[in-house]
């Protein structure tokens, strides 16, 4: 574990312009520290294979320092823990990604040194069943005790994150962000339960601001940490499909649930199997089959909905509602209940996180 000391030194350095995560590591493990790579003679640092003097020229003059103080106050008063890419508490598979990043900022109860890590991603406008297929599969998962890694968006992200929840796995939430923002704003209702059982890590700083580009960015962690990724549903071209490339190019194992060929959401998919980029997945049994592992400690896990579950006045109005009535928007559901909008929001979540309804695309809820 790095000392505050090093710590400091390595926000310092990672903050050098021109000098990328790649360069940084041939740097430390030439000199053998942060603080000595600064302090060391450039004449000597220039004989590091790959490195040139436009890599060098901002070591000691930029503002690196300045940056580097003001987020090691952010780190201390928001107690955020730090894994460096030479920790046992750095992720095993992402050491060995060239590109991984020099640091992991995590918040939560993470145990980054889990054997059975799955990444899972999709579309951002999961179908009802890309949404079936993925709490499915995790249900069947379960007895494995795998970790979920996503990248916590909207769609098949926060399926999986849910999921996980459900069936008491660790998940890990892979922010394109620092860690004192959320996006998007509306799953900030679910960043406790994530924390309770997993947490969040990035390697962007707090001061970053959030860019298009960095979502792209993160899923080479997304990729390079995990054993093997998922992709639930894709459009024919998608953040998903950059990262099962990406899981491809670390020699990962990537797995796609199939579709119909006239489905929108499928075609990304579809294209990954028939281009050999992605192993067609059924079932959990393929992903067990397939990495390994020991088949007889995977087992079907029984389904058994709570009997019992206890509604307010209210909520059961709605729940009546909604069996009698199937899939309805938010606003029908205000106006038949005789429950402002505002409060049926509020109660549907309610309902969400005790298990007995589910958000569907375009503001519909059905029980589930």
């Known amino acids: 574990m790095l000392s505050r000391d090093e710590l400091f030194h390595t926000l310092a350095l990672q903050r050098v312009p021109n000098l990328g995560a790649a360069s940084a590591k041939k740097l430390l493990q030439v000199v053998g520290s942060a603080e000595g790579v600064f302090k060391e003679k450039k004449t000597t640092l220039l004989k590091v294979d790959g490195i040139g003097r436009q890599k060098l020229k901002d070591l000691n003059t930029s503002n690196a320092f300045v940056d580097a103080e003001r987020e090691m106050e952010y780190i201390d008063s928001n107690q955020i823990s730090c894994s460096f890419f030479k920790d046992d508490n750095y992720p095993e598979r992402l050491k060995h990604c060239l590109d991984g990043p020099l640091l992991l900022f995590c918040r939560g109860d993470i145990n980054l040194m889990s054997k059975r890590i799955i990444s899972v991603v999709g579309a951002r406008n999961i179908t009802t069943y890309g949404r079936d297929f993925c709490v499915k599969l995790i249900n069947e998962l379960a007895p494995t005790n795998p970790t979920i890694v996503s990248g916590f968006a909207y769609g098949a992200d926060i399926t999986a994150h849910k999921a996980a929840i459900e069936n008491g796995l660790q998940t890990i939430g892979c922010l394109a962000h ?5 996006y998007p704003k509306t799953h900030k209702k679910y960043v406790s339960q994530v924390e309770e059982n997993g947490g969040f890590i990035t390697d962007f700083w707090s001061s970053d601001k959030i860019e298009r580009t960095n979502f792209l960015k993160r899923n080479r962690i997304i990729a390079g940490m995990s054993e093997a990724t998922i992709v639930i549903e894709s459009a024919e ?32 998919c579809n294209n990954l199997i028939k281009t050999q980029q992605a192993r067609l997945l059924t079932s959990a049994a393929d992903i067990v089959y397939m990495l390994g592992w020991k088949l007889e400690d995977f087992k079907a896990k029984p389904q058994q909905k709570q009997l019992f579950i206890e509604l307010s006045a209210e909520e059961q109005v709605i729940f009546d509602y909604l069996k009698e009535n199937d ?17 049926v929001s509020s109660l549907l979540l309610s309902m969400e996180l005790k298990g007995v309804v589910r958000p569907l695309p375009g503001k519909l809820f059905q029980i589930t």
Not at 246 to 267: C, H, L, M, W
Not at 327 to 343: M, R
């Open 327 to 343: 899939k309805q928007v938010l606003d029908l559901i205000a106006l038949h209940c005789k429950v402002p909008t505002f409060k």
């Open 237 to 268: 071209k998608g953040g998903s499909l950059v990262t099962a490339d990406i899981a491809n190019s670390y020699d990962r194992e990537v797995f796609a649930a199939p579709g119909r060929t006239t489905d929108s959401q499928s075609k990304g």
């Open 178 to 182: 620092g860690l004192n923002q959320m």
